[in-house]
T-cell receptor, first 114, second 113 residues
Framework: DQQVKQNSPSLSVQEGRISILNCDYT??????FLWYKKYPAEGPTFLIS?????DKNEDGRFTVFLNKSAKHLSLHIVPSQPGDSAVYFC?????????????FGQGTRLTINP | EPEVTQTPSHQVTQMGQEVILRCVPI?????FYWYRQILGQKVEFLVS????????KSEIFDDQFSVERPDGSNFTLKIRSTKLEDSAMYFC???????????FGSGTRLTVV
């Protein structure tokens, strides 16, 4: 089941520069997309989300872009800070009644170098 | 900031034994979930729970698995007869709305030997 794919297992970025994490999806029924950050021995932490009716959502240093025609979304972090080093998961959900099930990508390990 | 609390943080059990993983979701949340992550793999959906019943479950969530919200505050995942392949990190999560980002707990590392 590869409905959500993060093709880069790792990314290394210089402190202060922009980090761009990418995610592709195949299920056109997905209508809500989220990014989570995960440190070792902790649960995923919600970062930012975007509804399929938008193409951009910004929250401080984090911006998510959605290209529905390409079934692609990206997370931009600028400027990158050492504390941003973590594994980042892209997740997607489709409208269902009741609770919302998330489908996760494999994750991208981001390392910010001082 | 409100947290989702999971206990224990690490559980070791023998194959064939029953385990109960416990979670205390955020108190005013209405939607509850269990996910798991086998080492080196992606986070996988197990089950969602709303209005005192299962909303959806994955293929992984077979007859060996069950969930309960016994007292209005706890949310438990029971595995009746554990198998080696059940070894994973199990994450509980809750959300206050359908479109809200989840809050995950720190996870329970289950090791089946």
């Amino acid at each position: 089941d590869q409905q959500v794919k993060q093709n880069s297992p790792s990314l290394s970025v210089q402190e202060g520069r922009i980090s761009i994490l990418n995610c592709d999806y195949t299920n056109s029924m997905f209508d809500y997309f989220l990014w989570y950050k995960k440190y070792p021995a902790e649960g995923p932490t919600f970062l930012i989300s975007i509804s399929s009716i938008k193409d951009k959502n910004e929250d401080g240093r984090f911006t998510v872009f959605l290209n529905k025609s390409a079934k692609h979304l990206s997370l931009h972090i600028v400027p990158s800070q050492p504390g941003d080093s973590a594994v980042y998961f892209c997740a997607a959900s489709a409208a269902v009644q009741g609770a919302q099930k998330l489908v996760f990508g494999q994750g991208t390990r981001l390392t910010i170098n001082p | 900031e409100p947290e989702v609390t999971q206990t224990p943080s690490h559980q070791v059990t023998q194959m064939g034994q029953e385990v109960i993983l416990r979670c205390v979701p955020i108190s005013n949340h209405l939607y509850f979930y269990w996910y798991r992550q086998i080492l080196g793999q992606k986070v996988e959906f197990l089950v969602s729970f709303y209005n005192n019943e299962i909303s959806e479950k994955s293929e992984i969530f077979d007859d060996q698995f069950s969930v309960e919200r016994p007292d209005g505050s706890n949310f438990t995942l029971k595995i009746r007869s554990t198998k080696l392949e059940d070894s994973a990190m199990y994450f509980c999560a809750s959300s206050g709305s359908r479109d809200g980002g989840y809050t995950f707990g720190s996870g329970t590392r289950l090791t089946v030997v």
